[in-house]
């Protein structure tokens, strides 16, 4: 039997102490027998539902609902904060919250990870998908670093010079559709095989956010199957080179002009041939375009929850906060 405007009835009311708003506030909070409950049913935090082998607690600003098997779900509804962030009008205006930080600094956090797990899913080399030889990343407007993943340190290192690399020299020329592949050493790059993706947040024509993946490919082509040899005394003898090349233009994925710079490489040295796996190499590619896609998707989502301005307040509060802690690190080990 099901009841979706039934209200549901409460054995008793007590008084439960909740933190809300940084304050820990008495709140009249009903109790509740599951097995009086039925299907449909929506509760209201603060609540407490008793059942004859566990207690089930309903925050504030959650709601639990049965199903028709007799299961609580709980979900959260938002909290005042939310609404709260909508009304501001610059990022000055945005006040300093360490609780706000944290959940912030873990919301970014999941943003990259969650690009990482979508990359490591559809990548098709052995190099991405098993040995994890890849990283992404959540950066600012001016392409300064926001969150990464743990996914390589040697990677992360350079990834904000790559982006802001490529934010110098495509200013306005980067529009919304484009996304940027790179690898060259002058442009943050590490060696040629790590191939960097990277894809700008538009709002009202601008960039407000980008979103980066790097990935190691297991072929670019060059002197040596691996694109990495130990002997190369030129950056051509290591594969190809990017520099700032559009793999994706106006919304459209220019495989074409991609596989003539992978397959048709020259240079000085008489054994340099293109790519030697250009299949995985393009699956990567499109995979790298995809988890790029998935953070983008979950940053729009997060500015719609709360708002760009709040958003990016709380960026350039987690920067402020990681500069406050290297540099008290640096004293104390001084």
């Known amino acids: 039997m099901t009841s979706e405007t039934e209200e549901p009835q409460s054995l008793e009311k007590r008084t439960a102490h909740f933190e809300v708003d940084q304050k820990c506030l008495p ?3 009903p109790v509740y027998d599951l097995a009086q409950l039925k299907a449909g049913m929506r509760i209201t935090g603060p609540a407490i539902i008793l059942n004859s082998t566990s207690t089930i607690l309903v925050e504030p600003f959650w709601q639990a609902s049965i199903d028709e098997f007799g299961n609580v779900e709980i979900v959260f509804l938002g909290h005042q904060g939310a609404a709260e962030a909508k009304s501001y009008k610059s990022i000055e205006e945005v006040p300093l919250d360490s609780i706000e930080l944290s959940i912030f600094g873990h919301r970014f956090m999941s943003i990259a990870e969650q690009m990482g797990v979508s990359l490591q899913r559809t990548a ?5 998908k098993e040995r994890l030889d890849f990283s992404c990343a959540l950066f600012d407007h001016d392409g300064s670093l926001v969150a990464n993943a743990p996914h390589l340190p040697v990677h992360l290192g350079s990834m ?9 020299a495509l200013g306005d020329s980067w529009r919304e559709g484009d996304v940027i592949l790179s690898n060259h050493p002058s442009a943050g790059g590490s060696h040629l095989p790590d191939m960097t993706i990277i894809t700008p947040v538009f709002e009202k024509g601008k960039p407000v956010f980008y979103v980066a993946s790097r990935g190691h490919h297991s072929d670019i082509g060059g002197i040596q199957p691996g694109s990495m040899p130990s002997f190369s005394k030129a950056l051509e003898e290591e594969g190809a080179a990017f520099m700032s090349f559009k793999i994706i233009e106006d919304g459209v994925f220019q495989e074409e002009k991609l596989k003539d710079v992978l397959c048709n490489q020259t240079g000085q040295h008489p054994k340099i ?3 030697r796996n250009l ?4 699956g990567d590619f499109k995979a790298q375009v995809a988890a790029n896609n998935r953070g ?8 719609e929850e709360y708002s760009l301005i709040y958003v990016q307040a709380q960026m350039r509060y987690i920067q402020d906060n990681a500069e406050l802690s290297v540099k008290k690190m640096l004293v104390e080990a001084a």
């Open 160 to 168: 904000q010079d790559a982006v802001r690399f490529q934010v110098r």
């Open 296 to 303: 983008i998707a979950l940053v729009k989502s997060l500015c």
């Open 27 to 29: 709140l009249e909070t």
């Open 273 to 275: 041939v293109g790519t």
């Open 279 to 282: 299949v995985d190499n393009l």
């Open 124 to 128: 098709a080399s052995v190099n991405i």
